[in-house]
């Protein structure tokens, strides 16, 4: 909701406080959504000391470094939770998402092609496919699904404001409408 102040609060007693398993997801959550990279990849990597196998660690990992410009690290990290992610297709969009930033379209479009028509198998959310979509530069596509998670009220829209994956919407003015509906501006 913007009020990043009082998030870094609660994270600092969050610190204070016997950190374990909870605490350590709880805070790379809150550095995710704050877009403050640095501190995820801090507490991902103290995330990954209690549970080196916690995929979502490892995905938070990725974001944090793909979004600082250390984008071979990111896909090493988000390869790692993608058989062990019990069934989140993050991993897979994030690890497409980098690739085509250090110019890899070709495995990108693939990767991304290949998760559609497995989702197509499956039900896949709304909110997922719209990743998906904006990851191919499919903006429709992408809009047509993020108006379904909305309809929907999918949990996932509520990452709307901080996704990494969907910055190449942004400055559309369906985004900004979007955000303002669901209550994400101000």
Avoid: C
């Amino acid at each position: 909701m913007g009020r990043r102040d009082e998030a870094l609060a609660e994270i600092a007693k969050i610190d204070q406080l016997e950190y374990g398993f909870s605490a350590s997801h709880a805070e790379s959550f809150t550095y995710y959504e704050l877009r403050d990279y640095q501190g995820l990849i801090e507490s991902s990597k103290r995330g990954l000391l209690l549970d080196p196998k916690d995929w979502s660690h490892h995905y938070n990992l990725g974001v944090g470094y793909e979004e600082t410009g250390k984008l071979t690290e990111a896909i090493s990290e988000y390869e790692k939770p993608i058989e062990g992610s019990n069934g989140s297709q993050e991993p897979v969009v994030a690890l497409a998402h980098a690739d085509a930033a250090t110019g890899e379209k070709a495995k990108a479009e693939k990767t991304l092609g290949d998760l559609r028509r497995k989702l197509k198998q499956t039900s896949a959310s709304p909110y997922t496919m719209a990743t998906i979509y904006a990851g191919l530069g499919e903006n429709d596509k992408a809009f047509e699904f993020l108006e379904k998670a909305y309809s929907q009220k999918s949990f996932d829209i509520l990452s709307l404001k901080s996704d990494l994956l969907l910055d190449n919407l942004r400055r559309d003015p369906r985004f900004q409408n979007l955000l303002h509906r669901i209550g994400l501006t101000g």
